[in-house]
């Protein structure tokens, strides 16, 4: 057979057939009139080549598998010079995967370093670098009431379920009877990785991690006061969510709302940035299914929950 017809049923290209051939690995009969003449056994060898290089293995190296063929034997790695080659090619990739790891984690050091490096909180000497979510700078802008949450008292929960972190699926229209604490929030920060550029300087966006870990705190207050349940929602989705509940232990889930559905619904303030869209920080008692109360805007967001907790205590035998 000619060099086209090989190359297509071992399916590779005729340049690599002739590369084959420059090292020796495929030796074809030549006519009378200096064409090529390949048979079924270069096939095998050709399959056998594209296979192994498939695998890893540098078409240079495939000549003892190729030799085993040459000895009889049905399969290319029946000979001891085989698993040889076999075992150099897994200790080739153990060194690269070796120097690839340790590249990676000199660029994730250098990451750290380039993301924290202005940062108001220091790592010490040996730690790895990490921003302090739990932590607020003492001159975070104050955000002014625009008015953008006026018309949410007393309005009803839409008919609209949304995933919670626990795989639960959540319906707003269906909370139950007694009241709900809904605290709606931007975005938390996550170790390892940036927040928006810009973000301590937006109003309102700084304190997520901080505002959590005050309903996590105060949150067996909160139901002795009265609430029911409590949750919190953004548009991060359930995974982002759920590495948050695990590494702050919140005893309670968070709702996923990545299509700004409930914003669509009750006309909610969101804002954006870094391509970014968000909710604005805000909290809805909700009894009944009703909403009864409105807390925005919010601040400062680590004292939230306190708020919270003595608006029900005050709130607790209101009908």
């Not at 139901?223 to 948050?244: C, I």
Request: with cysteine; glycine share 8%.
């Amino acid at each position: 057979m000619r060099i086209g017809e090989l190359a297509a049923r071992a399916g590779v290209t005729t340049k690599a057939v002739r590369y084959y051939e420059s090292l020796g690995l495929l030796t074809p009969v030549r006519l009378a009139n200096g064409y090529r003449d390949y048979d079924e056994y270069d096939v095998r060898l050709t399959q056998e080549i594209r296979a192994l290089c498939r695998l890893g293995i540098p078409v240079e190296a495939t000549r003892p598998f190729l030799e085993c063929l040459a000895l009889g034997h049905r399969h290319a790695d029946d000979c001891p010079a085989a698993l040889a080659g076999y075992r150099d090619a897994i200790d080739e990739l153990t060194q690269r995967i070796e120097g690839l790891t340790a590249r990676r984690a000199v660029l994730v050091a250098q990451l750290h370093e380039a993301a924290h490096r202005n940062s108001r909180f220091s790592p010490a000497n040996g730690e790895e670098p990490m921003t302090d979510y739990t932590s607020l700078p003492a001159d975070l802008p104050v955000p002014e009431d625009d008015g953008a949450a006026a018309h949410l008292r007393g309005a009803r929960m839409p008919q609209l379920e949304l995933h919670a972190t626990d795989g639960a699926t959540i319906s707003l229209e269906a909370l139950g009877a007694g009241r709900t604490v809904l605290y709606i929030y931007p975005l938390t920060g996550r170790p390892g990785t940036d927040l928006p550029e810009g973000w301590d300087s937006i109003p309102g966006a700084r304190g997520c991690t901080a505002e959590a870990c005050g309903f996590r705190d105060h949150h067996q207050d909160l139901l002795a006061a009265g609430a029911t349940q409590v949750y919190g929602l953004s548009s991060q989705d359930s995974d982002y969510q759920r590495e948050v509940t695990e590494r702050l232990r919140l005893p309670f889930q968070m709702l996923s709302d990545p299509a700004w559905s409930l914003a669509r619904a009750l006309d909610l303030p969101t804002f954006t940035t870094s391509g970014l869209t968000l909710y604005k920080r805000l909290t809805l008692i909700i009894k009944d299914n009703v909403i009864e109360h409105v807390f925005y805007p919010i601040f400062p967001p680590d004292k939230h929950a306190d708020h919270v907790l003595a608006w029900l205590s005050d709130n607790a035998h209101r009908p």
